[in-house]
């Protein structure tokens, strides 16, 4: 339990330190690209990745440019989407984004479906749908209207990089080598982007992506090591990092950061909980 607890911890400071940069109106995206290098050394000294399997990487290639340019999107738009809802519901839309796995090993991997996975999508729709709501007000700012698209950015682009990741580990690529590769290029691609874009570089923002790549890569050694750890227990593990995650941000988003929920909000966050639940022990 203590790797899975330092899991969902490290999940949550990732939250915690990007609301309080976009608080602080700075440039994310040099925090993200800082962050890289970290993140490959920590991956390269804690993983140890066999990097004579570069050569048969292969048809995986693809996959990784996938991952190299999502990783880092998927983390501006979650800032973004921390700046717009907070996040509470920003954390239980990333671990929503369970669904889209599910739904696509359905659709595309030929899985069978039974009742309780449609039980527990539709619950995952549901609470996607009470996490974004808002009460209508005669005057809606433009940032208020984007906020179901930041969202619903969260949750499409983490279920496709779990999709992702998936499709590297069925062509038998070792998982430490690809999350090597992957950083290295995401970070890579970033800095050639805020390069292009002639960026002025901030460098509070560059020291809080050493933090950033710490946070990051703690959460997946974590995980990973609680998976290897209780591999007798694969249900606790999953169903405990992601309502754990929920439950520890909704506790800091509203008593630290006094974040506003409805109770249309507080009943999303109810059947989030419930919709991991039954996914998984369907």
Same mark, same amino acid.
């Given at each position: 339990m203590v790797y899975l607890t330092i899991a969902v911890l490290c999940s949550v400071a990732v939250s915690v330190l990007l609301k309080i940069l976009r608080q602080k109106n700075i440039d994310i995206r040099q925090t @993200?690209?800082?962050?890289?290098?970290?993140?490959c050394l920590l991956t390269w000294l804690l993983l140890k990745p066999d990097i004579?399997?570069?050569?048969?990487?292969? $048809?995986?290639?693809?996959v990784i440019v996938a991952l190299g340019v999502m990783?880092? #999107?998927?983390?501006?738009?979650?800032?973004? #989407?921390?700046?717009?809802?907070?996040?509470?519901?920003?954390?239980?839309?990333?671990?929503? $984004?369970?669904?889209?796995? @599910?739904? #696509?090993?359905f659709l595309l991997f030929g899985e069978l479906i039974t009742g309780t996975h449609i039980l527990g999508l539709a619950l995952g729709f549901l609470? %996607?749908? #009470?996490?974004?709501?808002?009460?209508q007000h005669a005057e809606i700012s433009q940032q208020a209207k984007r906020?179901?698209?930041?969202?619903?950015?969260?949750?499409?682009?983490?279920?496709?990089?779990?999709?992702?990741?998936?499709?590297?580990?069925?062509?038998?690529?070792?998982?430490? *080598?690809?999350?090597?590769?992957?950083?290295?290029? /995401?970070?890579? %691609?970033?800095?050639?982007? *805020?390069?292009?874009?002639?960026?002025?570089?901030?460098?509070?923002?560059l020291a809080a992506g050493l933090l950033l790549g710490a946070l990051n890569t703690g959460n997946i050694y974590a995980y990973v090591r609680?998976?290897?750890?209780?591999?007798?227990?694969?249900?606790? =593990?999953?169903?405990?990092?992601?309502?754990? =995650? @929920? /439950?520890?941000?909704t506790l800091i988003g509203v008593g630290v950061f006094k974040e506003h929920l409805n109770r249309i909000n507080v009943l999303g966050l109810s059947l989030a909980i419930c919709c991991v639940a039954l996914l998984f022990l369907a």
């Open positions: @993200i690209v800082a962050g890289y290098p970290v993140a004579s399997g570069m050569s048969a990487l292969g $048809s995986a290639w693809g990783l880092p #999107a998927v983390f501006i738009i979650l800032g973004r #989407a921390i700046e717009s809802v907070g996040m509470v519901a920003t954390d239980a839309a990333q671990r929503l $984004s369970l669904i889209i796995p @599910i739904v #696509a090993s609470a %996607l749908a #009470a996490l974004v709501y808002r009460p906020t179901p698209l930041w969202l619903f950015g969260v949750w499409a682009g983490y279920g496709i990089i779990d999709i992702l990741f998936k499709q590297v580990a069925k062509q038998g690529t070792a998982f430490p *080598l690809t999350l090597f590769v992957s950083f290295g290029l /995401a970070g890579f %691609l970033l800095l050639i982007y *805020l390069l292009v874009t002639r960026v002025r570089w901030q460098g509070n923002a609680a998976h290897q750890v209780m591999h007798d227990s694969p249900s606790i =593990v999953f169903t405990g990092m992601n309502v754990g =995650v @929920i /439950a520890v941000a």
